[in-house]
């Protein structure tokens, strides 16, 4: 498979053709998460929509760990390549594929065994507290091959390789969705899970495959301690960015629990769609991320800061393409989810408050925290996010909910990303200038 040389050749027309086949990876990873909602909505209907809902919240969280490390094997990886070091490049890529074992063990235990005091906590409505906690028992066990898969997905991305991931999330589109119309008749939500799982693990497998035959069946080098150590120092701050921000949202998830079945289904149908609106601005930064960090490994800073350009300008265009037609289209969208009037006037709303101008605002500070990961402000984008999902998002949430209700939760999603927009902005700017904020010599020591 040909590799992106990120050093070579207009930064724009990379980004575009890298970030294609990222979205299209990406696109067909969220196409899952809607067919099983369609087709839990058809079969098992509200209940099982609502527990969908929060189970998928719930694994948001747990998958942060996984993404954190993502983001650090892009990084690192893509750093060594750059400096023209790839004994550590393949060092790198062991200390990713180790880790993710690691991590999905320590994550895939509570997850089984902890579900149903974490839902009852959470607020579930009772009827749909025994399909959120079957779901999440069985997804648990399909942790280690989604874990595998992203830290390979990662490592491939590195070296400049968006094809093959997206060819494996084609092989997981296809048993998953396959799948989950097969089991949910007889399974009910579980079903879902039990297709996630067999997807994920046998895509893991290829991408091991695929990783060993471009090394001639053999696996990346050993790493040392001092590689799963730099991996750590990029990864973690990524991991804690992820797990702030999902957390959040399972805070949200909370809240809109309170106002029942009906408004958790729509609000639920609503984030699908608004994450697949979210799509364009997931792929340009992943291609921001490993461009960047290419550049600055090879110490080109100034092509490390034009691929931050083109890809902001790329992430807010698609944007607001996609926020154009959600909102033509926001009625109709809902529809496909969900039957109940006041389980589509809940999503309704959520699409016109929270796919909306803010959108734009979020495609930058996402693209803007993207680049700081890559050139070695990991804990600015960490700083970020907290600024983003605590103190705006849940702060104001927990201000707004008593007085206005579901729409005050909606209100406080929306305005979540405009100031972290701005830190991110004035981080690009100094970094312009040939200034760092917030960046110790640990982190720019992380390659």
Do not use: H
Not at 65 to 90: E, F, I, N
Request: aromatic content about 6%.
């Amino acid at each position: 498979m040909r590799e992106i040389d990120f050093l070579r050749g207009r930064p724009a027309a990379n980004l575009a053709r890298f970030a294609l086949p990222a979205l299209g990876a990406n696109l067909l990873q969220s196409a899952d998460q809607v067919v099983d909602m369609l087709v839990v909505g058809a079969f098992v209907g509200e209940r099982g929509l609502a527990a969908l809902a929060n189970a998928t919240m719930v694994g948001f969280v747990a998958n942060s760990l996984s993404l954190g490390l993502s983001v650090g094997a892009t990084v690192l990886v893509s750093r060594r390549v750059g400096a023209g070091d790839p004994r550590g490049a393949s060092r790198a890529e062991g200390a990713a594929l180790l880790a993710a074992l690691a991590l999905s063990a320590a994550v895939a235990l509570p997850c089984a065994l902890l579900t149903g005091p974490l839902y009852g906590a959470l607020g579930v409505p009772a009827d749909a507290l025994a399909d959120a906690a079957a779901y999440t028992r069985v997804w648990a066990a399909g942790l280690p091959g989604a874990f595998l898969l992203s830290a390979a997905g990662a490592v491939m991305r590195a070296r400049g390789d968006a094809r093959t991931p997206m060819w494996l999330a084609v092989a997981v589109a296809a048993v998953n969705c396959t799948g989950g119309v097969a089991l949910v008749p007889a399974l009910g939500v579980a079903g879902t899970a039990w297709s996630s799982t067999a997807a994920s693990s046998l895509a893991a497998a290829l991408s091991l495959a695929v990783l060993a035959g471009r090394r001639g069946s053999a696996l990346p080098a050993r790493p040392r301690a001092r590689d799963l150590a730099a991996l750590a120092r990029v990864a973690a701050p990524a991991a804690f960015q992820q797990v702030v921000v999902n957390l959040s949202y399972l805070a949200i998830t909370s809240m809109t629990n309170a106002f029942g079945t009906a408004v958790v289904a729509g609000a639920g149908a609503a984030t699908k769609a608004n994450t697949l609106a979210g799509m364009p601005v997931w792929s340009a930064g992943q291609a921001v991320s490993a461009a960047a960090a290419r550049c600055e490994g090879a110490g080109d800073r100034r092509r490390a800061l034009a691929y931050a350009q083109a890809g902001l300008a790329v992430s807010v265009g698609a944007t607001a393409l996609v926020v154009l037609l959600v909102q033509a289209s926001a009625p109709q969208v809902i529809g496909l989810f969900a039957d109940d009037p006041d389980a589509k006037a809940a999503g309704v709303l959520y699409l016109r408050a929270c796919c909306s101008a803010n959108s734009l605002a979020y495609a930058a500070m996402y693209s803007l925290d993207s680049f700081a990961q890559a050139t070695g402000a990991p804990r600015l984008a960490a700083a970020n996010a907290l600024l983003d999902a605590v103190v705006v998002r849940v702060g104001l949430a927990v201000l707004l909910v008593p007085a206005l209700g579901y729409p005050g939760v909606l209100a406080a999603q929306a305005l979540s990303p405009v100031l972290p927009c701005a830190v991110g902005a004035a981080y690009l700017r100094r970094y312009a200038r040939g200034a760092r904020p917030g960046t110790g010599a640990g982190e720019r020591a992380a390659s």
